[in-house]
């Protein structure tokens, strides 16, 4: 199962959706995503979008099959677009999809995610829970040495994350003791590698995750034909081998594997 976060930075375009497919992905989790109805081809998946009432964009589900059931967040409509996936081909067993966006007119942002989390926790159930989107703010912890910093106040909302909703962060579960790779170039600093973009996990899912990987320009998602780089974000891959599966895995793209961030 090919899990991918992505902040479309206010839109949504073909060729974002175009580029994504190329990855063969299984759930998309989309943040400031356009209706998909302006992008995506009719009758490829089932989609669950919530648009923000004082926005054109929102976030968004597609799961390329089964059953999107969508699980209403108080207090975040569209910010946080939440469903219940059930009959997925690459995982038979229901499980939860959140795609999260933190808002900056609720004051700060890390305080905000702690109420998004306040919000998710009663509402993850008992089967396993794939959460990921853009947290702005740090959405894994950076060891000395590295640049930037991990706040304590940001280390807090991640040690509530595995306590409270017993979701593992990807990246660093697949590669660890690595400094953490760039998912913004923030317009006035895009060299610095923030990394506010994140995918976690329910720990029954950590053993069977094989590679997460950071897609970077010049990959097809994220930059158009014409050279044109579509959003400030780069997207998050997470790959697993799920036991159960009913299919035959699909084929995957040359060097899909084993990498920290990956451009074509």
């Known amino acids: 199962m090919r899990i991918i976060t992505y902040n479309l930075r206010q839109r949504g375009k073909r060729e974002q959706w175009l580029g994504l497919q190329s990855e063969s992905p299984d759930v998309l989790l989309l943040q400031e995503s356009s209706d998909p109805a302006t992008y995506a081809p009719p009758g490829q998946g089932s989609w669950c ?34 469903a219940r996936v059930e009959g997925h081909e690459s995982h038979p067993a229901p499980f939860i999809a959140a795609s999260l966006h933190a808002p900056g007119h609720l004051g700060s942002y890390i305080r905000t995610v702690g109420r998004m989390l ?18 702005n703010m740090a959405a894994g912890r950076r060891d000395q040495g590295e640049p930037l910093v991990t706040t304590p106040a940001e280390r807090r909302v991640l040690d509530r ?23 913004l170039r923030w317009v006035v600093n895009p060299e610095t590698a923030y990394h506010c973009d994140g995918l976690f996990v329910s720990r029954s899912w950590i053993d069977e995750l094989r590679a997460c990987v950071v897609l970077s320009p010049p990959h097809p998602a994220v930059t158009s034909p014409a050279g044109r780089v579509m959003s400030d974000h780069n997207p998050m891959l997470a790959d697993f081998r799920v036991r159960g599966a009913s299919r035959t895995p699909r084929s995957r793209r040359p060097g899909s594997a084993g990498q920290g961030t990956r451009t074509a």
């Open 161 to 183: 994350i595995e306590s409270e909703l017993g979701l593992i962060g990807c990246w660093q579960a697949a590669n660890p003791g690595r400094q953490l790779p760039q998912t």
């Open 118 to 135: 306040d919000a998710l926790g009663p509402l993850c159930g008992d089967c396993p829970v794939v959460m990921g989107g853009d947290f």
């Open 49 to 82: 979008w919530r648009q923000v009432s004082t926005a054109r964009f929102g976030s968004a589900l597609w799961s390329r099959s089964g059953t999107l059931e969508p699980i209403p967040v108080p207090g975040f409509e569209g910010w946080i677009v939440m």
